[in-house]
């Protein structure tokens, strides 16, 4: 028998877990989450989106897994009676200057084999008669979901097949032994012949622990939502995308209609003074340390600053951000839109200040660290976990 620790219980790290129940059920499974429930950071702060898979590079593990995982999340759900929704998606180009950005966009969507079409701005009126648009992408395979009623369902089979699910239990130190790993909680010791972290915020933290070195940072970036008020729902049908800036690092703010019927307007990207700091008055000094000590980020500073201050004016003013939706709906104006809260996204950050544009998988003895799982991650999660379980030794054995 082999004992797995998984750390972290988000989408991922449930997962992972689910997955080793799955393909090795002699083996011993707990999962360490330091909350006292599930889904409690990223996983539970997103908008919910089954993405398709239309940005990233083919052949790269976020384009492979995220479209898998697609197919794969949208099975899970069927299968344990989840609802959801495969609403499809516009990306849509306002000014003519935008359209060979959608038309590159339109070419990755066509080589990552995901069914998309490029449409006149009549065509996208009668899927959302409310955008304004010269032309746009559909892609029809986009969905919606509540991913932290996933991670419920997960924690529910886990349970019932027997895993050990410790919630308030943080990890405060890793010894790597010849034998096995050590890890150190606040509830008490865990013994393991594998650790796999799925930290997310903190997943550069514990590989650090583990003695596993890494070159990039975590730096946390907060994304802002509003919400339309409930009787502007109706000028947003499913999901409205702007065409993403290549030279910029996030997609821009965007309409997202969530599966109890509500729409979400955002996220705006800033960066977080904490981790965990889903506002401007959560300030965590360590974090802030780590932020301002970190060469990366002060290189992706001088790179985009201008991006920065912009996105910081528009999470200070609601009337930016509304201007900014109205782009993509005209008929869209600051009162019709109010505050939902905010989501911390982990972002992995090189020294040189690029962005860890795939997901990113470290495997070291007895152990892997999942070091870069922003979006898809949570679309991606059960293809993540298959790709790392199949990388597992046959006998991970003590």
């Known amino acids: ?8 219980g988000g989408i991922v790290g449930l997962a992972v877990a689910h997955r080793l129940m799955i393909d090795r059920p002699g083996d011993q499974v707990t999962v360490l989450e330091k909350e006292a429930g599930w889904a409690a950071h990223q996983t539970g702060h997103n908008s919910g989106v089954i993405h398709a898979g239309v940005y990233y590079k083919p052949g790269s593990l976020k384009a492979t897994l995220c479209k898998a995982g697609s197919a794969s999340m949208v099975e899970f759900c069927r299968e344990h009676g989840l609802a959801y929704d495969i609403c499809g998606k516009l990306i849509v180009a306002t000014d003519p200057e935008e359209l060979p950005r959608l038309h590159d966009l339109h070419q990755r969507a066509l080589a990552n084999g995901l069914p998309a079409r490029l449409i006149e701005g009549a065509e ?33 089979l886990l349970t019932a097949g027997g895993a050990d699910l410790r919630t308030g239990t943080e990890v405060t130190g890793v010894v790597t032994r010849p034998e096995s790993v050590v890890v150190s909680t606040t509830a008490g010791e865990f013994v393991a012949d594998v650790l796999i972290n799925c930290a997310g915020l903190h997943a550069d933290r514990i590989s650090r622990l583990a003695g596993v070195p890494t070159p990039v940072r975590i730096v946390p970036f907060r994304g802002e939502y509003y919400e339309l008020v409930p009787q502007r729902r109706d000028l947003v049908h499913g999901l409205i995308y702007p065409v993403p800036d290549p030279q910029f690092p996030f997609l821009g703010v965007h309409l997202t209609k969530m599966i109890d019927g509500s729409v979400h307007a955002g996220p705006n990207a800033v960066l977080a ?3 965990e700091g889903y506002s401007w008055s959560r300030v965590s000094p360590r974090d802030v340390w780590d932020e301002l000590s970190f060469r990366g980020l002060w290189a992706l500073g001088r790179q985009h600053y201008r991006y920065g201050l912009t996105e910081v004016a528009r999470s ?24 939902a809260g905010a989501g911390v996204r982990a972002q992995a950050i090189r020294p040189d200040g690029g962005l860890v544009d795939d997901f990113l998988i470290v495997e070291a003895d007895r152990q892997v660290h999942v070091l870069n799982a922003p979006s898809p991650a949570a679309t991606s999660s059960l293809e993540i976990a298959r790709h790392i379980v199949s990388r597992l030794p046959v006998d991970a054995v003590r």
């Open 273 to 275: 003074t904490a981790r």
């Open 316 to 339: 200070l003013s609601k009337k930016r951000f509304a201007a900014s939706l109205a782009r993509l709906v005209p008929e869209l104006t600051a009162t019709d839109i109010v505050r």
């Open 124 to 156: 996208a009126a009668e899927y959302e008669p409310h955008v304004a648009a010269v032309a746009a992408l559909h892609v029809s395979s986009t969905g919606i979901v509540d991913f932290g009623a996933v991670c419920r369902k997960l924690a529910e």
């Open 1 to 8: 028998m082999t004992r797995f620790v998984v750390v972290g």
